[in-house]
């Protein structure tokens, strides 16, 4: 699986918009981007996933460059109780047949403040 | 609702006994995995289970033991020979219905395991 990289920390006003980066440059062709999050002292929370296209749900929007070597996870009127880790791991597609094994890294802790 | 569940959420044992952690899940999903997460770091799987009666090592395996005799139950038995015990456990499940693929995990509340 490709490992992924994002900055350890940021900062967020209340309101605006958090843009989320992870790189990814070893992406293989079949693998999609997952994004989770971790509020302190509770179970990762799936956030959303995405192969190339751009994504969006009810929590969050995806954004995959072109070359799919990077990646951001957009949300977009954060609030305090988006203060959290964030994870973006990359991995094949689970399926029936494939193992939905997923490598957690380091993440980027995310401080919304007021 | 359907979900998962750990008991307990805090647990104390005193070192070189063995422990055993539960992890209950309604979601009628084939798959379950339980993780590690050590103060300030990302998980690590420690097992992981697609079918009942079948399970493999995740990455830190050493110390621990699992079974799956039922689908809904995947308990975690940590042994006297895991050398460092202490940590927040985290059990997970993924499949259909409700997951949107096998990575879609759903994860349990966690039970913080503090071995004296």
């Known amino acids: 699986d490709a490992k992924t990289t994002q900055p350890p920390s940021m900062d967020c006003a209340e309101g605006r918009a958090a843009n989320l980066p992870c790189n990814h440059s070893?992406?293989?062709?079949?693998?999609?981007v997952y994004w989770y999050r971790q509020i302190h002292s509770q179970g990762p929370q799936y956030i959303i996933h995405?192969?190339?296209n751009n994504e969006t749900n009810e929590m969050a929007s995806l954004i995959i460059t072109e070359d799919r070597k990077s990646s951001t996870l957009i949300l977009p009127h954060a609030t305090l109780r988006d203060t959290a880790v964030y994870y973006c791991?990359?991995?094949?597609?689970?399926?029936?047949?494939?193992?939905?094994?997923?490598?957690f890294g380091a993440g980027t802790q995310v401080v919304v403040t007021p | 609702d359907g979900g998962i569940t750990q008991s307990p959420k805090y647990l104390f044992r005193k070192e070189g006994q063995n422990v055993t952690l539960s992890c209950e899940q309604n979601?009628?999903?084939?798959?379950m995995y339980w993780y590690r997460q050590d103060p300030g770091q990302g998980l690590r799987l420690i097992y992981y289970?697609?079918?009942?009666?079948?399970?493999q090592k995740g990455d830190i395996a050493e110390g621990y033991s699992v079974s799956r005799e039922k689908k809904e139950s995947f308990p975690l038995t940590v042994t006297s020979a895991q050398k460092n015990p202490t940590a927040f456990y985290l059990c997970?499940?993924?499949?259909?219905?409700?997951?949107?693929?096998?990575?879609?995990?759903?994860f349990g509340p966690g039970t913080r395991l503090t071995v004296l």
């Open positions: 997970a499940s993924s499949g259909q219905p409700r997951g949107r693929s096998y990575n879609e995990q759903f």
């Open positions: 070893t992406i293989s062709g079949n693998e999609y």
């Open positions: 995405g192969l190339k």
């Open positions: 791991i990359v991995r094949v597609r689970g399926t029936t047949d494939s193992w939905g094994k997923l490598q």
């Open positions: 979601l009628n999903h084939d798959a």
């Open positions: 289970s697609q079918i009942v009666n079948d399970f």
